[in-house]
């Protein structure tokens, strides 16, 4: 794979906007524009009876987009996502995985505009991806593609010992999920279609957060004779019998993030114990927040660095826009929020190793076990 191949020449030849150029300026700008238009808008028929509803999408996220400046870091996504299509990897960039730009561009695995009868759960809202105005791709991608192009990155800025972020706003991170999953594609020649995947998969998933999280609680130091805030939630999730793929991400959800509560899973829909931040955005929005600041509060959202004087102010921004005591009274007990895009992402990246270990137990268990699979050639 060429780094250097232009996607774009100008009238004397030079290109940019790729990993080996700098980025775009002035009216260079308008054309990375236009190139990120030109991909989205040629891939949106793919939303069929939902294009309508993706199309809006697109023309805010084009004008957020315009408005930030951030086509050329668009594109050098894509460029890093198909080459590690290209080398069998998938990819996740957890903090755009509600934008339908990132999707059409293959950078984003999560549909985030449903379909009719799709479970509303995949319902999300664009200005989550925008909320801080200019977003940070952080890429999760396999071992072997960060070798890769950290020899590509030592080409274009000299040698550079750990290269984990480029021009500022697109990190690099290497995760071990995402090299199983690249390679399990390798050894079987098969991948999960779609996004559908049945109850048994969604139950095994829920048991091995179950799992993980009962090692931590009795692990982690409490008083003896004391029980862990969490356990009598998770003692809840043992006698689920029957389980969604909504549900599922709604547990996570709850799990990845901190409340101050300890629940039951009867409070899952419950505001007075659990939100996303999308669903805290959209309460705020629609106390009349303008959408700028009720982006800022749900940064802040949770309490989880306010303190004294801080958490006064916090409090009195909220009830300078007449937000009613219900979404005050629910607030603190919010210490970490959780999007609901990079849950879903989390979601489905677990149900599709859980796919591959029913599947394909045998291969499933090579990949796991660190056996080298032919074809993975590393950073060579």
């Not at 999707?103 to 200005?127: C, K, T």
């Not at 004391?226 to 909504?246: G, R, V, Y």
């Amino acid at each position: 794979m060429d780094f250097s191949i232009e996607w774009r020449k100008q009238e004397n030849g030079q290109g940019f906007g790729r990993l080996f150029f700098s980025l775009p300026n002035g009216t260079e700008m308008e054309a990375a524009e236009k190139k990120v238009q030109e991909i989205c808008l040629g891939a949106v028929d793919s939303f069929g009876e939902s294009v309508d509803a993706a199309m809006n999408r697109l023309q805010f996220e084009f004008a957020m987009m315009n408005k930030t400046g951030t086509a050329c870091f668009f594109l050098i996504c894509k460029e890093i996502a198909d080459f590690s299509e290209e080398m069998g990897y998938p990819v996740y960039v957890p903090s755009v995985a509600g934008s339908v730009m990132a999707y059409l561009m293959g950078f984003s695995p999560v549909n985030p505009v449903p379909a009719a009868g799709q479970d509303s759960i995949y319902d999300l809202d664009p200005i989550m991806v925008w909320k801080a105005e200019m977003p940070y791709f952080e890429m999760k991608l396999a071992r072997p593609v960060v070798e890769k192009l950290r020899l590509r990155m030592d080409e274009k800025f000299g040698d550079i010992s750990s290269p984990r972020v480029l021009y500022g706003k697109i990190g690099l991170q290497s995760q071990p999920y995402c090299e199983y999953i690249g390679k399990l594609r390798k050894l079987t020649a098969d991948r999960p279609s779609g996004n559908v995947f049945g109850r048994e998969i969604l139950h095994n998933v829920l048991q091995k957060r179950i799992d993980a999280y009962d090692y931590f609680i009795h692990n982690e130091s409490q008083p003896e004779g004391d029980l862990h805030p969490m356990e009598k939630f998770i003692e809840s999730l043992k006698e689920i019998k029957d389980i969604d793929f909504a549900l599922l991400v709604r547990i996570c959800g709850y799990l990845n993030g901190t409340f101050l509560d300890p629940m039951n899973l009867d409070n899952l829909y419950d505001k007075n114990y659990f939100v996303f931040q999308d669903e805290l955005l959209e309460a705020l929005r629609g106390c009349g927040v303008p959408p700028a600041a009720a982006c800022n509060l749900v940064d802040h959202g949770g309490l989880e660095n306010l303190k004294g004087e801080s958490q006064k102010k916090y409090f009195d921004t909220l009830k300078g826009y007449n937000v009613p005591d219900e979404i005050l009274g629910y607030i603190p007990k919010m210490v970490f929020l959780q999007e609901k895009a990079g849950t879903i992402m989390s979601v489905e990246r677990d149900c599709t190793l859980e796919w591959y270990r029913l599947h394909y137990p045998e291969e499933y268990g090579r990949v796991v076990s660190g056996e080298t699979v032919s074809g993975d050639t590393g950073g060579e």
